[in-house]
């Protein structure tokens, strides 16, 4: 069971981005998580002009596109899930620039504090 939802998640990362912009100065991309489990859906996070924004839904085309439960997007998220782990066991399918994929791995590092690790704790 999921104990934090997938906008509680995306808000605070949101959040944190805006308040320390430095990760993500000049990085411009847009990542689609098409997500299954009881938030499915596709949520559109896109980096630009220093901050993150999300949305419920596409307007835009993706770079790079995820596909996971949204338990593993939380874990993901939250630093919890090794993405490598998960590709090969097919928790995680990425479709697009993988070189995408890998650098949304560095940058939800650079984001990770205890809080939002809290929700697997």
Same mark, same amino acid.
Do not use: W
């Given at each position: 069971?999921?104990?934090?939802?997938? $906008?509680?998640?995306?808000? +605070?990362?949101? /959040?944190?981005?805006?308040? *320390?912009?430095?990760?993500? !100065?000049?990085?411009?991309? @847009?990542?689609?998580? @098409?997500?299954?489990?009881? +938030? *499915?859906?596709?949520? &559109?996070?896109?980096?630009? *002009?220093? &901050?993150? =924004?999300? !949305?419920?839904?596409?307007? $835009? /085309?993706?770079?790079? =596109?995820? +596909?996971?439960?949204? $338990?593993?997007?939380?874990?993901?998220?939250?630093?919890?899930?090794?993405? %490598?782990?998960?590709? @090969?066991?097919?928790?995680?399918?990425?479709?697009?620039?993988?070189?995408?994929?890998?650098?949304? /791995?560095?940058?939800?590092?650079?984001? /990770?504090?205890?809080?939002? !690790? %809290?929700?697997? +704790?």
């Amino acid at each position: 069971m999921i104990n934090v939802s997938v $906008e509680a998640i995306l808000v +605070e990362l949101a /959040q944190k981005i805006k308040a *320390n912009p430095k990760p993500i !100065r000049g990085f411009f991309a @847009v990542y689609h998580f @098409v997500l299954g489990g009881e +938030e *499915n859906g596709t949520y &559109e996070i896109k980096f630009g *002009n220093d &901050e993150a =924004t999300y !949305r419920l839904g596409i307007t $835009e /085309q993706a770079g790079c =596109t995820l +596909e996971l439960s949204d $338990e593993n997007f939380i874990k993901l998220v939250q630093g919890t899930l090794n993405p %490598a782990a998960a590709l @090969v066991t097919g928790k995680l399918k990425i479709k697009g620039d993988m070189g995408l994929s890998l650098k949304l /791995q560095t940058l939800l590092y650079s984001y /990770q504090t205890s809080s939002l !690790r %809290a929700g697997n +704790e």
